[in-house]
């Protein structure tokens, strides 16, 4: 168990509906992650915050992409008007600081039909 | 893009044998992390070795970094049927503060 936790599990939903996810980090680590991954690949980054602050975005964060971390401590992501190529695994971690280790959570994998 | 390229993709052992799992990266790195994933769930961390340490020890597990050469290995011993998962290598490169993952070696350990 590594502290992070994620919800939905799972999450089917049809082509043009808006779907949001949540993480939430372990409770000291101020940044926090988002990656997606897809059958047979490794997770690709899509954006960070640090403590409120989204630092960075992905090119692979289009626009229907929002992510938020309000009070710096859990995050969401919200997919607007889902395509089928958006069905992934989308993991969520969190870190204590710059340079050390990242701990995901167990994901939220998206079926997009 | 990924940096990270996992070697081999796939392998195959007995209980009881070792594994030996490479990764190579392309970039300056502050340190590269290990990670497993069982089918269809989360990353668990495995080891985090630093760009200035050459060899680092958890258990049953040994990794390797060799910065001149921009790769490192991931030594699992003794292996169980519970190890069979993929193995991921992810590096944090200098200058850049999310991970980069290759795709990852997926091991299966027969019983």
């Known amino acids: 168990d590594t502290g992070v936790s994620q919800n939905p599990r799972h999450k089917i939903t049809k082509r043009g509906q808006n779907v949001t996810f949540r993480c939430d980090p372990i409770s000291e680590h101020n940044r926090l992650y988002w990656y997606r991954q897809t059958l047979g690949q490794g997770p690709e980054f899509l954006t960070y915050?640090?403590?409120?602050?989204?630092?960075?975005k992905s090119r692979l964060l289009s626009d229907r992409f929002s992510a938020e971390r309000p009070k710096g401590s859990f995050s969401t992501l919200e997919i607007q008007r889902t395509e089928q190529g958006d069905s992934a695994m989308y993991l969520c971690a969190s870190s204590l600081g710059l340079q050390e280790t990242q701990y995901f959570g167990p994901g939220t994998r998206l079926l997009v039909l | 893009s990924q940096q990270g390229e996992e070697d081999p993709q796939a392998l195959s052992i007995q209980e009881g044998e070792n594994a030996t799992m490479n990764c190579s990266y392309k970039?300056?790195?502050?340190?590269l992390q290990w990670y497993r994933q069982n089918s269809g769930r989360g990353l668990v961390h495995l080891i985090l070795i630093r760009s200035n340490e050459r060899e680092k020890h958890s258990g049953r597990l040994r990794v390797t970094l060799d910065t001149s050469k921009k790769s490192s290995s991931l030594l699992i011993t003794a292996s169980r049927a519970a190890d069979t998962a993929s193995y991921f290598c992810a590096t944090d490169a200098k200058g850049n503060t999310p991970l980069v993952f290759g795709k990852g070696t997926r091991l299966s350990v027969i019983a």
């Open positions: 970039t300056s790195i502050n340190n």
């Open positions: 915050f640090q403590n409120e602050a989204q630092l960075e």
